[in-house]
């Protein structure tokens, strides 16, 4: 059992923060198809500070989704305090997540995210600050390091460890790598064999196999699983029974298409139709990846524009399917 602060997960599989899709909604999915934990996406300190009412909106969290942590990314000690005392006050978080891992060039601008990599008393200062202004188990998600020549996750971990960070997430990649090569396992064993607390390895877990690839070469606590689960949430629940049994069954058609369609639902009920069915024009077509003719109907549902038109055209491309599998 992984045990994260005084939260125990369900289990090693934690849904990584993705910008801009890491809602209320996305997470509560996550954490009905498995998920032993899900983190929001980035919450600015800064926005937080001048009440923001959008950000603010931002720290929503539903029932149903519980343990959920909440990221927060900025690189003031101080107003990230003020950050963690809002979340604390203001919303029933399981734990308080500090991004230190964001590669995106507007977020290093602002000297946030993967910047803090750079800056190792910076850092510490930070987390501290956050760890001393709640009474949440805090965690930290970082990368390898600044790049090839600047590999400093241990040091940042041993630090984390010192501030009283209480589980530490590693994405094998640096911060020049953005979301190319490889991820590099060896950095996440290198953080588990240094540091005394949960260990959170993450990168290219894509197959259930990979999960456990990492589980065994590096040792650490659990794995994080980001991009993978886009339009894939029964992801998890393949992970889980690999890494349980050795064996899991892919969903047929039906289901992603069912799958699509409720996210869909949940969103317009989260957001209003407007704007949910805005949001899942980006998203629909991850749902149906692989499937026959998927590029024809990939370009319709990016346009759609109410849910009953999104009804219609799965119900049409369900027919599309099923008699294209029975000519098989």
């Not at 460890?161 to 790598?177: D, F, I, L, P, W």
């Not at 993450?202 to 065994?216: H, Q, S, V, W």
Request: proline fraction near 4%; charged fraction near 25%; charge should be negative.
């Amino acid at each position: 059992m992984v045990k994260i602060g005084n939260i125990e997960l369900k289990n090693q599989i934690v849904a990584a923060p993705l910008a801009g899709i890491s809602n209320p909604v996305y997470r509560e999915i996550m954490h009905n198809y498995g998920a032993g934990l899900v983190v929001s996406e980035m919450i600015s300190d800064k926005a937080l500070h001048y009440q923001n009412a959008k950000t603010q909106d931002m720290c929503r969290i539903s029932e149903g989704e519980h343990p959920v942590a909440l990221q927060l990314f900025g690189s003031d000690p101080i107003t990230m305090a003020e950050a963690a005392e809002y979340l604390t006050k203001n919303t029933n978080c399981d734990m308080i997540d500090i991004n230190m891992g964001c590669p995106v060039q507007k977020v290093v601008k602002a000297h946030s995210g993967s910047y803090l990599m750079q800056k190792p008393e910076l850092a510490y200062e930070v987390m501290h600050a956050v760890v001393t202004h709640t009474d949440r188990p805090v965690t930290v998600k970082m990368r390898a390091g600044w790049d090839s020549d600047h590999i400093n996750c241990v040091e940042i971990a041993k630090l984390a460890e010192k501030a009283g960070v209480s589980a530490v997430t590693v994405h094998g990649r640096t911060r020049g790598q953005q979301y190319t090569g490889h991820s590099n396992n060896a950095y996440i064993k290198a953080v588990k064999d240094a540091v005394n607390i949960p260990v959170i390895g993450n990168g290219d877990i894509r197959i259930p196999e990979d999960a456990k690839r990492m589980l065994e070469e590096t040792g650490c606590d659990a794995i994080m699983i980001g991009r993978g689960l886009l339009g894939r949430p029964f992801f998890l629940q393949e992970v889980d029974a690999y890494l349980n049994g050795g064996t899991y069954v892919e969903p047929d058609y039906n289901e992603k298409l069912d799958l699509a369609y409720h996210y869909a639902e949940k969103l317009c009920e989260y957001e209003g139709e407007r704007n949910g069915i805005c949001m899942m024009r980006g998203m629909a077509g991850w749902y149906i990846t692989g499937l026959p003719h998927a590029s024809e109907y990939k370009n319709r549902l990016s346009s759609i524009s109410s849910l009953r038109e999104m009804k219609e055209i799965i119900e049409e491309y369900r027919v599309l399917i099923k008699n294209f599998m029975e000519k098989q």
